[in-house]
């Protein structure tokens, strides 16, 4: 019997271009996004990829075509909010989106640099009592008490309403988080992807895109009202609390938007609302005698309504505001 048949020529040569191809492939692909996401085959924020153009660049991205996306949109200031723990690790927005101005809030340490007055309600309380580090440049100085610690944990949102970035990205800490709307749960393709023009012209967006979570509805407040489940959810306070944050206006029958309370809005839609508003809600907050998991829900489910958006329904399907279609809660009945 032949040892070396024709058969297992073939069969040994293919086995060689297989693994030669897996090896060019892991050098082309796994290698690659090892150092780092490549800008030339992503979507960058109008700001980032103005400010990687005067940057030395690679050889190989030396001839790459110049990316388009964003290119008609003006560089306006952008802040990120994060509400975390002492523990999380969110170094990661500093070396991806250095443009951007870092807000990074430890609920749990009262002597961190940014801090709450009390951690109670989850991120909303976080996201109402924003503040930066230092005053911004180049805006105009605004009016801040001397002293630091007043500074570090009192309101931007209430005690600097007047000088707002244009752009607030309001976000959860760590970069792999299971809400995220990427296949890998990654949230820095997902901040790459966010296009501020959609953001500028709508206001307010969710950042979450998927549905899933949230969608059709959440929430029923009057036929859930008085409720308890042994699960956290949030329907069965979700009406007395709807009418205690928002007094005068009706309760909605149904209550539909994608979790997970990670959005963005514009300066001048915050401003919408008069700062007497943000300060009742913080002090709802401060004052309700709901468990943190609830009131931390029943935030996660208002900030739509809180920026305008009408309930139930999410952004119009067929928008764009993470380069996918954006499917609302109503398209979701259909």
């Known amino acids: 019997m032949r040892r070396f048949s024709v058969r297992n020529v073939i069969v040994t040569c293919n086995i060689i271009a297989l ?60 802040a990120v909010v994060v509400a975390s723990l002492a523990s999380d690790n969110a170094t990661w927005l500093d070396e991806y989106f250095p443009q951007w101005e870092k807000n990074i809030y430890r609920v749990d340490k009262p002597d961190a640099p940014l801090t709450v007055p009390k951690n109670k309600g989850r991120e909303s309380m976080v996201y109402l009592t924003y503040a930066p580090t230092s005053p911004p440049s180049p805006s105009p100085p605004c009016a801040i008490d001397t002293d630091t610690s007043a500074f570090q944990r009192n309101s931007y949102i209430i005690d600097h309403y007047a ?111 008069s700062v007497d508003e943000y300060k009742r809600w913080r002090d709802w907050i401060l004052n309700t005698e709901l468990d943190d998991s609830i009131s931390g829900r029943v935030m996660e489910y208002s900030w739509h309504s809180k920026f305008y958006v009408p309930s139930p329904q999410a952004p119009k399907a067929g928008s764009f505001a993470i380069q996918s279609k954006l499917q609302s809660c109503a398209d979701a009945e259909q």
């Open 19 to 78: 693994m030669a191809l897996a090896i060019h492939l892991k050098s082309e692909l796994w290698d690659r996004n090892a150092q780092g996401v490549r800008t030339d085959a992503v979507h960058l924020p109008d700001e980032l990829d103005t400010q990687m153009a005067d940057a030395p660049r690679p050889a190989s991205m030396v001839d790459s075509k110049p990316m388009k996306a964003n290119s008609e949109a003006k560089p306006r200031r952008t």
């Open 163 to 273: 000088s707002l970035p244009e752009n607030i990205l309001f976000i959860h800490p760590t970069r792999y988080q299971w809400h995220n709307d990427d296949p890998d749960y990654d949230g820095l393709p997902m901040l790459r992807h966010l296009q501020l023009p959609y953001l500028e012209a709508e206001g307010y967006v969710n950042i979450r895109c998927a549905w899933s979570l949230g969608c059709p509805e959440e929430i029923r407040p009057h036929v859930n009202a008085g409720e308890h489940r042994e699960s956290v959810h949030a329907g069965g306070a979700y009406k007395t609390a709807f009418e205690q944050l928002f007094p005068g206006v009706e309760v909605p029958q149904r209550v539909g938007v994608s979790c997970c309370a990670q959005f963005a809005a514009t300066r001048e839609k915050i401003r919408e609302r």
